[in-house]
Structures are given as C-alpha cells and as structure tokens.
C-alpha cells in the first residue's frame, strides 16, 4: 500500500520529548564516545523512523515515474506525490493544492520567484524590500534580479537586540516598491519577525509580501490564509523530512500570471518546435522528474508533525530556550546574540576572544554538535559587528539535559582556552 495521509487525523498525541526522541535512531549514537548531544536542528534536524520507514516503503516497493505511466507503480507514486501535496495543504491551510510547488527547498522557491514574478514584475528603478537579517538565500536571489533589471534593493534596519525597526516601514514602502521578502524566523538570532504589521503595512500600499519560512515551519504553526502572505517558502529537511525537496507556497492568482521557471518534461500541454504551451499551476513549475522520495518523505514529516500537540511541542520548546538561556547567561564572557523578546528555539552566542570554530571543535568532542560561523549571514554579523558566532539551535527532542551537557561542554572549553 502506498503512504497514505488520513483525511481526518486521529486526535494528537501528548507530547513528550523523550518519546518522540526515541522515534529518532540517530540521536542514539555515541560521538567521540559522549552520547549524541543534537544542537544544530537550525542547520538541519534528524529524521523520525516514520519518514525513513515512508522513503524505504517507496524505494523497495513503489519507484515508478510520477503523473506518466498508467502501470500500477506509476499510479502509486503519483498517488503519494499528490497525497504529500494534499498534507502539506492541509498542513499550511492553503486554499488549494495548487498553490503548493515542489521545488529543492527555500533557496531554490526564492530563486523560483525572482526569476519569473521578479523578472516579470520589477523594473529599472524599482524596489525590493529585504530585512537586515535574512539569510543569504534571501539576499542574492534579489541581487542577481537587481543587476538584470536595474532594481534596487533596500533594506528594513534591526536594533541591537535583532528587532526589525518597524517605524521605518512607512518610508521603505513606497511607490517603487515591487516587493517586501522576510525571514519569519531569523536563522542567526532567532528572532521572530511581526508578520502580520508587516503584511498588513505592504499590503496597504498594494505590495506583495514573501516570507522565507525556513526556520519558522518546524515551530510555528503555519496558515497562509490568515497569515494572508503571498509568497511562503521552506525545506523539508529543517522540519524532519529529508533534505533536496522544499515547497513554495503562493496565491493562486499569482501562480498564475507567473511565467515558467525551468522548461522541460511535466510543464508543458504541448510543444513544438514553433512554440510550446505550458501547464496550471503547480505542474507548470514543477519541470522534469521531481524528488519522488523526498516528496514522499516530505509527506511522512508532515504526518509525524500533524500527528503532535503542536501547542505543546510550542511550549516546550519556548522553556527550553529559556532554560538554554538562563544557562548560558550565567557564564562569565559569554554574550547572547540576538535577544528580542520572540524567539524562536536559535541560541547564538560569543565567549571573549574565543573563536567559534575552535569553540565548536571543543564542544563536539564531547559528544555535543553546534555550529559555528556566519550562519549565512554575513550582514547580520556586521550588524552585530562580529564575524561569526556559535550557534545551539532546538528542536522537539531536545531537553534540559541537552542544554546541561552544552553548558559542561562549554565549561570544560573554556578551561582549554583560560
Ligand atoms: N532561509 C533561512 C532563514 C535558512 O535558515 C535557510 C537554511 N539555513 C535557508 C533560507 C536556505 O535553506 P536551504 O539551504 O534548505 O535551501
């Protein structure tokens, strides 16, 4: 049988992190001989038994192409696929499946966008509204739109503590501007972004707004209709799917007006060597042989989330930080980067004159796996005026003895380097 999607879910679970931990077998291991301590979920996250369990089924037993063959393999994959669409749907609250395009993930749906609602939509001399800590996937993808088109690109500044300074909206909006996109989450501070004053303020002077959700759609939950964005792009591997399958998300309206991305097999009524038709929204943007596994896996991850108490998971994760930050706070040389008032589960910190990298090696000797760097942000590190920091991102199985061992760890290091 193919991996199906129940169309009315059993009622949640409870939630308890140290169930659903044992539903991850990576987390099992043993590194550099210390039990795996999981703290780059920012990164990517581990994959639940289900989502392995899902892409197995489909390799061992339903490989066929999708939307082609009329063999019974090819009707169970295609059958899965489109099941993957309809969860997902039902996961985002989107009107309709058609609005939901498989793509690689956030960077390739932002890439996605650029290149046929920009190319279609932004001018010379025309604007594109960013916030100061977006990730480089919400950055370059506007540049490259900017040289083609001779747009320019403005930028939403942020206060010491990572909150965007929305009294400045009002002048950044004007009338070039063609588009406002938005980290929901911020990937290096962890700050949660006002999405509704923001979508509200565009939308009042009648610009569309795309909001980068990668580090939003395993924490929050999600539903575009109310949220009313345009655009919403993610990766399934930062929400316990695998990694090389994403969705973009938009109005159906927009979706349509939107020329094709790629052309190729699967977006096309019809070719010639004259001229060529394409297909509706999503398939027109869906171009050759999609990620069939991933998509499935995708599936599965949204199956492992719906089936949770998401509150609960919500709730637990704000202690966590709270407890992470409380923590590391009582280290002495320790300074937490990006402290606003929401976060999300990111704890982004310096200590001293201690670089992270080094830091990051010391930590994962002891079992206990963080990142280090500019987190593919070099702005917001300018902002902050550092070049990198080291970075303990959650997730639903981490606990408080996480954080402990992080802070033994951190401990320990800071006896290497003092
Ligand atoms: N945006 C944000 C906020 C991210 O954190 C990331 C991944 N670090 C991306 C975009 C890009 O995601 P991906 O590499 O999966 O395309």
Redesign the pocket.
């Known amino acids: 049988m193919s991996h199906l999607h129940l169309a009315s879910p059993p009622l949640p679970e409870k939630f308890d992190p140290g169930i659903i931990r044992a539903r991850f077998p990576a987390l099992a291991q043993h590194v550099n001989g210390y039990p795996l301590v999981y703290l780059d979920n ?2 990517t996250t581990q994959k639940p038994e289900r989502v392995i369990r899902a892409m197995d089924t489909h390799l061992r037993r339903d490989v066929a192409n999708v939307h082609r063959g009329v063999h019974a393999l090819s009707e169970r994959a295609t059958a899965a696929y489109e099941a993957s669409r309809e969860a997902m749907r039902d996961f985002l609250h989107a009107r309709s499946s058609r609005e939901l395009v498989f793509v690689r ?4 749906a932002i890439n996605l966008v650029a290149a046929t609602f920009g190319r279609q939509r932004v001018g010379r001399g025309d604007e594109i509204l960013l916030s100061a800590m977006e ?1 480089h ?2 950055i370059v993808p506007w540049q490259l739109l900017a040289q083609q088109s001779g747009a320019v690109i403005r930028v939403i500044p942020m206060d010491d503590r990572g909150q965007l300074r929305l009294e400045e909206l009002d002048d950044l909006l004007n009338r070039r501007t063609r588009l406002v996109a938005l ?1 929901h989450v ?2 290096a501070l962890g700050t949660v972004n006002p999405l509704e004053t923001i979508i509200e303020a565009a939308h009042s002077r009648g610009v569309p707004v795309l909001v ?1 959700g ?2 939003a759609v395993a924490h929050e939950v999600l539903d575009v209709q109310r949220l009313d964005c345009d655009f919403y792009v993610f ?1 399934g ?2 929400m316990y799917g695998p990694s090389g399958v ?1 969705v973009l998300y938009g109005k159906l309206e927009l979706l349509e007006e939107m020329p094709p991305y790629q052309g190729g097999g699967d977006m096309i009524l019809s070719v010639s060597f004259q001229r060529s038709t394409y297909q509706e929204p999503p398939y027109r943007f869906e171009a050759g042989t999609p990620n069939i596994a991933g998509v499935v896996g995708l599936g599965a991850a949204v199956d492992f989330l719906s089936g949770l108490d998401r509150a609960a998971v919500a709730t637990h994760e704000a202690q966590l930080l709270d407890y992470a930050t409380r923590s590391l706070e009582s280290i002495p040389g320790l300074r937490i980067i990006g402290t606003a008032p929401r976060k999300g589960p990111v704890l982004s910190f310096v200590l001293d004159d201690v670089h992270p990298h080094d830091l990051a090696t010391l930590l994962d000797r002891q079992g206990v796996a963080v990142r280090s760097g500019h987190h ?1 942000a070099q702005p917001t590190m300018e902002c902050f005026g550092i070049p990198a920091t080291t970075r303990a991102s959650f997730g639903l199985y981490n606990t408080t003895s996480d954080v402990d061992r992080l802070v033994a760890a951190l401990g320990n290091a800071l006896e290497v380097f003092r």
């Open positions: 920012a990164a993930g956030a960077t390739e990730h996937a919400n980290a911020s990937n980068d990668a580090q990766s591997h930062k994403g593919c």
